[in-house]
């Protein structure tokens, strides 16, 4: 997995971890275990009844063994969503 990443280093990435959290930022950097480092990063928090929320975190750091998911952000495709209109239920964490 961490040779596909490569592709990935100063991109626009969309994690998903474990917990069911989604973390929106620039790929800056992973190691041989999958923690990755992202940079300009903020998490999208979705709700049933109001709008996603955006909390910004700036330089952010994730443990590898919690990452369930890491795709590449279309930055045009997702600027023009209205985050504000968007109702979801939130990520249930993973159990094992």
Known sequence: MASTLDS???RSVCVITG???NFIGILKG????????IDDS??????SSQGVEQVQLGLH???GDNV????EIDNEL????NLSEIRA???AQIHH
Request: proline fraction near 3%; glycine fraction near 6%; charged fraction near 25%.
């Open 8 to 10: 990935y280093v100063n």
């Open 89 to 91: 239920e939130p990520l």
């Open 42 to 47: 903020h998490e999208r928090v979705f709700s």
């Open 68 to 71: 369930v998911l890491i795709g």
């Open 19 to 21: 917990d069911g959290r």
């Open 78 to 81: 997702d600027s023009r969503l």
């Open 61 to 63: 750091i994730i443990r």
């Open 30 to 37: 992973f190691d041989q275990t999958i923690n990755l480092i």
